[in-house]
């Protein structure tokens, strides 16, 4: 794939000299090449689809936790090629844990587009990035400015923090109008040198990862703090404002763990919810359906201890139980077993860890 530099594609109308210092950006940029994070692998290319990659896991998603699947991907999937051919479950497998698996559907199917339509090379500005599948406007942006030193503004979560808070910005970000005036304030922002827009970029996603926390922000060790109307205030944590609160949901669940020799039934999940084309151990509404169920069946079950899972929008307890068919089962008891399960298959351990599987099924069968 080709790569384009930061240098490469630089504007030819830049400013002639540096931004006088004293500015936010060239402050942020200063203090991001001296303090900032540059150990993290994907600093270390600015090849598209690296940094693309890293932009999708760290999505709702901490940098300690990407760290563990980031080169394991790579070394799987090294180009956008490589995703784009291979199937779906691999990379949900290789996804698995990560959460969020949306993102995964997502990356494969841009991947694929990206060499469809565009010949495997991303393109290099930020309006036309987003119109791929799964970049939203703000990791647009950030490819951009990373791969092709475009002044495009990001606008993430953490962002948001940093940006109310210094800029003192009391509106509802719950209105979309107050959200299109933010970023607005994003876009002045920005330094008029493309060559800086890497660090900017990075300089603000450091503030919000390492210093401007939603509890005890870090406020002497921001190189904005003489500026900020937040910390003037004295109340850094009433910022941002944001009225409309994620209703969070409640459900139990069984999950049957039905065990035949050294192979267990494994049922691939509907496209779309929870856990969306992840495999996983069959779920029922509620352990008497499940054992209404299984109660007729040869061999014997027993529960295993709850698991209380915790999605963005939902909490979900989930109750195991393990039923073990005899090794002499008869084979047409078997086929009358299998008619009452969802579609599936029967795989041993191992390759039911190699598959995608949602988080606490993968750690009940010990992966």
Wanted: glycine fraction near 8%; charged fraction near 20%; charge should be positive.
């Amino acid at each position: 794939m080709s790569r384009v530099t930061p240098e490469a594609a630089t504007p030819a109308a830049e400013p002639v000299a540096r931004p006088r210092a004293g500015t936010p950006a060239a402050e942020l940029v200063d203090w991001q090449r001296r303090q900032g994070r540059h150990h993290l692998p994907w600093q270390a290319s600015r090849e598209p689809y690296r940094v693309w990659l890293s932009e999708v896991m760290l999505q709702q998603t901490q940098v300690s936790t990407v760290l563990a699947y980031y080169d394991r991907f790579l070394e799987r999937f090294p180009d956008v090629r490589a995703l784009a051919a291979a199937p779906l479950d691999d990379v949900l497998a290789r996804w698995s844990g990560l959460g969020y698996y949306s993102r995964a559907r997502n990356l494969h199917r841009c991947a694929q587009v990206v060499v469809e339509q565009h010949g495997g090379a991303f393109p290099t500005t930020a309006a036309a990035l987003a119109t791929l599948p799964g970049i939203g406007r703000s990791t647009a942006a950030a490819i951009a400015a990373f791969c092709f030193g475009e002044r495009a503004a990001i606008l993430d979560g953490n962002v948001k923090r940093v940006l109310t808070r210094l800029l003192g910005f009391g509106e509802d970000l719950a209105q979309p109008a107050a959200e299109r005036r933010l970023w607005a304030q994003a876009e002045a922002l920005l330094p008029p040198w493309a060559a800086d827009m890497p660090a900017y970029t990075q300089g603000l996603m450091d503030l919000g990862a390492t210093v401007c926390l939603a509890r005890r922000p870090q406020c002497l060790l921001c190189p904005w703090q003489a500026r900020c109307i937040a910390r003037r205030e004295g109340a850094p944590e009433r910022y941002p404002v944001k009225t409309r609160k994620l209703k969070r949901g409640r459900r139990e669940s069984s999950l049957l763990w039905l065990q035949r020799g050294s192979t267990l039934w494994l049922s691939q999940r509907p496209a779309t919810g929870v856990w969306a084309g992840l495999w996983s151990l069959p779920d029922y509404a509620s352990e008497a359906e499940l054992q209404a169920l299984t109660g007729t069946w040869p061999g014997e079950g027993r529960p295993l201890p709850a698991i209380e899972h915790v999605l963005t929008h939902l909490d979900w307890r989930l109750a195991p139980w393990c039923h073990r068919l005899p090794d002499d089962v008869p084979a047409a008891a078997v086929l009358e077993v299998e008619a009452a399960l969802p579609p599936g298959r029967w795989v041993s351990c191992d390759d039911a860890l190699a598959l995608g599987l949602p988080a606490p099924v993968r750690k009940l069968l010990g992966g």
